[in-house]
C-alpha cells in the first residue's frame, strides 16, 4: 500500500518547496531558499499556518513530523511517521516578512541573481490587492529570466459567498480573478482549484523554475479555500528531488559555421550579455578574448563578463556605452553576440551596426534570441558554446589583426582619460556631481563589492564609467529598469552573500517609490548600504523630455509657481530624515570631503547604512560623457512649440539611419 500524509494543501506545498534542489557542475543548491510574505485572509490560514508547521523553531527546535492519514498508516520507516523516534523531521522553511508586495519579488529576483539561478525565493500574498502588487515585479522576473515562485491567495474555488472580500466580478467569466494579470508576465501560471492538482501543477513550477531557457516568474494561485483543504498525499511527492541545470552543447553544423564566419572577419567584435553571467561562462569568454584578441563590448545586464582592465574589455555598448565600443560597432563587419536579446539600447534603435556587410553570429540558449538580426544561431549555453568555439579556433591560430587590436587599445585609453575627467573630484568643500559620486566610490571599493541599481540617469553613467572589477559587482537592472527594484534587490543580493558590500544606489525619485524595505533590512540585519543622491526631480526624464520637445514637464520636485508650472523652490522632502525614521543610520554628505568619509564609514558598518548627498539639480546635466548613440522615443510629428519642432527635425535625420539587418 501506497504510505500517504494527510496534509493541507498548503502544508503539502510547503514540504514538497523544502525537498527541491539544483546541480550545476557539481554544485547543488536548495532550489527554494525561503519564502516572503505579507498576510491577508486569502492566505494566512493557508500558507501562513503551513509556513509556521515548516518554520525554523526559535531555539534549535524542529517542527512536528506530518501525521500519517488515517486512511493509509504509514510505514515505520515513513518520515512522516510521528510514531518512529528516528524518523527526520520534514525540512524547514525560512520566512521573511516583507512590507510592499513588489519589493518583496523585488528582493527574490536580487536572490536569485546573485545565486546564479541556482536559488531562488517564494512569495506569497492575500488576495486582491496583495495579489496585484506582485504584477511589475514578475514582469521584472520574466523579462531578465530569473526564477520567482509567486504563491497569491485566490478568491474561494467553492464559491460558498460570491462576491467575496476584493473579488473582482467579471460577469462574462466566473473563472477569471485579478491573479489572471500575472498571466502575461509569468512563464508559467496555474490556478488550484482542487488538492491533487497540485502534483503536476507543482512539477511543472519546478520544471519552469530550473530551466535556463524558460526561467522566470512562475505563478501558483491558491484559492483560499483550497489552501486549508486536507488530502491524503502520496509521500513519493515529499521525496527529495534534484533538478539538473543543463548545459546544451551547440550543434556541430552551427559550430563549424561560426568558426568559418570569426575566421572570414576582419573588424569582429563580442557583444557579451547577461547569459554571460546566468550561465557563468566569464573565464571562458576571458580565455577566447584573450587567445582571439577580439574585442569585447556588454550590454547592461552583461557588464562585468570581462573586468574593466583586461586588454579586451571595450565598455558598454550602444545608448549608454562608451566611444570606444560604439566607434567599433559602428564599423563591425561581424558582431557575435554572447547571451544577448539585442535590445533597443544595445542597437541604439537599429541604428548602431552600420557597415555595409556586417553580419551576425548570436550564441545563445534561446533560440528566440539566437536567431534575431538575421544572425547565424549558435544555440548553446554560453560557456559551453565558448568553449567548443575556443577548442575549435586554438589550432587554427586565429587572432584579430594587430593594427585592429591597436586601434581600439588605444581608443580605450583615451575614453579612460574621460572617466578619470568626469571621477576627478578634490577634497574640498563644494558640492559633488553624480559622477563624481561615483568617483569616490570607485576609489573606495574592492572586488568584493556589489553595486545595485535600475532607473534614472545613474544607469547610463555607471555604465559609460564604471570599472567593473568582478563578474558580479555590476547590477544594473536595466531589462525593466524598475524604479523601486534596487532597495529590496540589494537584501536578496546580501542574503546570497552575506560577507559583502552591497550597496544600492538610489536617486530621490527612486527612493520615493519603495523606500518601505528599509524597515525590513532593519529587521532582519541584513547591512546594506544605501546611498540616496538628491537632484530634486527625474533627471533623467528631464534631460529627455527636454530632448524631444517635452520641456521638462512635471519632472522637477518644485512648488508651483505662480504660472502653474513646477518651477518654485525645492520641495522641503529631508529623505535622509525619512530613511533615519525608518530605522536606517545615516550619514549626510554635504561635500566631497563629507562624501569620502561617509561612504568609507558606511562600507566598514555591520548594521543597515545610509549615505544622503546632494548632487546637480534635475535640470542640470551629471558631467558624465554625453550619449554616444542614439536611443529612439518618438517625436511629435506636429508641434507648434519652437522645441518640439527642432526636436522633430533631429529625429527625422537620426530615423533615416535605422535599417533593418536581413
Known amino acids: 500500500m501506497t504510505s500517504t500524509a494527510r496534509l493541507t494543501v498548503a502544508q503539502a506545498l510547503v514540504r ?31 500558507i501562513g499556518q503551513a509556513l509556521v508547521e515548516y518554520a525554523t523553531v526559535p531555539g534549535g527546535g524542529t517542527p512536528p513530523a506530518s501525521p500519517a492519514s488515517p486512511a493509509s498508516p504509514a510505514s515505520p520507516a515513513s518520515p512522516a511517521s510521528p510514531a518512529s523516534p528516528t524518523s527526520p523531521a520534514p525540512p524547514v522553511m525560512p520566512f521573511h516578512q516583507g512590507r510592499n508586495e513588489q519589493a518583496m519579488v523585488h528582493a527574490a529576483v536580487g536572490y536569485a541573481r546573485q545565486c546564479g539561478r541556482l536559488s531562488a525565493h517564494a512569495v506569497t500574498t492575500s488576495i486582491g490587492p496583495g495579489a496585484t502588487n506582485l504584477v511589475t ?5 520574466t523579462v531578465n529570466h530569473l526564477p520567482v515562485l509567486l504563491l497569491p491567495g485566490d478568491v474561494f474555488a467553492a464559491r460558498p459567498a460570491d462576491p467575496v472580500l476584493q473579488q473582482l466580478e467579471v460577469p462574462f467569466a466566473g473563472d477569471v480573478s485579478v491573479n489572471d494579470c500575472l498571466r502575461p508576465v509569468s512563464k508559467y501560471f496555474d490556478r488550484i482549484t482542487r488538492p491533487e492538482a497540485l502534483i503536476p501543477a507543482a512539477l511543472q513550477a519546478m520544471r519552469v523554475l530550473t530551466d535556463p531557457v524558460d526561467t522566470g516568474a512562475v505563478t501558483l494561485a491558491l484559492p483560499q479555500d483550497v489552501q486549508a483543504e486536507a488530502y491524503d498525499w502520496p509521500e513519493e511527492f515529499f521525496a527529495e528531488r534534484t533538478w539538473a541545470v543543463r548545459r546544451p552543447a551547440p550543434d556541430a553544423g552551427e559550430l563549424a559555421r561560426a568558426v568559418e564566419v570569426v575566421r572570414g572577419a576582419r573588424r569582429p567584435l563580442i557583444v557579451a550579455g547577461g547569459g554571460v553571467h546566468h550561465s557563468r561562462a566569464e573565464e571562458a569568454l576571458a580565455r577566447l578574448a584573450s587567445a582571439t584578441r577580439i574585442p569585447v563590448a556588454s550590454t547592461q545586464a552583461g557588464k562585468g563578463s570581462l573586468r574593466w582592465d583586461h586588454p579586451q574589455d571595450v565598455g558598454g555598448i550602444g545608448h ?34 552600420a557597415a555595409s556587410d556586417v553580419r551576425f553570429l548570436n550564441l545563445n540558449i534561446a533560440a528566440y534570441d539566437g536567431h534575431k538580426l538575421a544572425g547565424s544561431p549558435l544555440i548553446a549555453d554560453a560557456r559551453t558554446g565558448l568553449e567548443a568555439l575556443i577548442e575549435a579556433l586554438l ?23 574621460r572617466v578619470d575627467a568626469a571621477y576627478e573630484a578634490e577634497d574640498v568643500d563644494v558640492r559633488p556631481t553624480q559622477p563624481q559620486v561615483l568617483g569616490v566610490l570607485d576609489e573606495l571599493v574592492t572586488d568584493e563589492d556589489i553595486l545595485i541599481n535600475a532607473a534614472g540617469s ?65 529587521q532582519e540585519g541584513v547591512a546594506i548600504k544605501v546611498v540616496i543622491l538628491q537632484n530634486h526631480g527625474y533627471a533623467s526624464i528631464g534631460g529627455l523630455s527636454e530632448a524631444v520637445g517635452g520641456e521638462r514637464l512635471g519632472t522637477a520636485y518644485r512648488r508651483l509657481a505662480a504660472d502653474r508650472t513646477y518651477t518654485g523652490v525645492p520641495l522641503p522632502v529631508d529623505l535622509a530624515a525619512n530613511a533615519a525614521s525608518l530605522g536606517m543610520r545615516v550619514l549626510r554628505a554635504r561635500t566631497v570631503r563629507d562624501l569620502r568619509a561617509a561612504l568609507a564609514e558606511a562600507r566598514e558598518a555591520d548594521t543597515p547604512t545610509c549615505v544622503y548627498v546632494e548632487t546637480e539639480t534635475a535640470d542640470t546635466v551629471s558631467g558624465a560623457p554625453p550619449a554616444q548613440a542614439w536611443w529612439d522615443v518618438p517625436v511629435a510629428e506636429t508641434a507648434t512649440r519652437a522645441s518640439a519642432v527642432k526636436a522633430r527635425e533631429e529625429y527625422v535625420r537620426h530615423v533615416a539611419a535605422r535599417r533593418r539587418h536581413l
Open 16 to 46: 514538497f518547496l523544502a525537498a527541491q534542489y539544483t546541480e550545476r557542475d557539481g554544485e547543488r543548491r536548495r532550489l527554494i531558499g525561503a519564502v516572503w510574505g505579507i498576510f491577508g485572509h486569502g492566505n494566512v490560514a493557508g
Open 137 to 141: 515585479g514578475a514582469a521584472l522576473a
Open 320 to 353: 549608454t556605452g562608451t566611444a570606444t565600443a560604439d566607434e567599433l560597432a559602428r564599423t563591425a563587419d561581424l558582431v557575435i553576440g554572447v547571451g544577448t536579446r539585442y535590445t533597443d539600447f544595445t542597437t541604439a534603435s537599429g541604428t548602431l551596426f
Open 395 to 417: 589550432p587554427l591560430r586565429h587572432r584579430a589583426e594587430p593594427a585592429y587590436v591597436t586601434e581600439y587599445t588605444d581608443d580605450k585609453e583615451r575614453w579612460e582619460y
Open 458 to 522: 545613474l544607469p547610463g553613467d555607471l555604465h559609460k564609467l564604471w570599472r567593473a572589477r568582478s563578474r558580479d559587482q555590476y547590477h544594473v537592472e536595466y531589462g525593466y529598469s524598475c524604479m523601486g527594484y534596487e532597495i529590496p534587490a540589494a537584501i536578496g543580493v546580501r542574503m546570497a552573500a552575506p560577507d559583502r558590500p552591497v550597496w544600492a544606489l538610489v536617486g530621490d525619485g527612486t527612493y520615493l517609490m519603495m523606500p518601505t524595505e528599509i524597515v525590513t533590512a532593519v
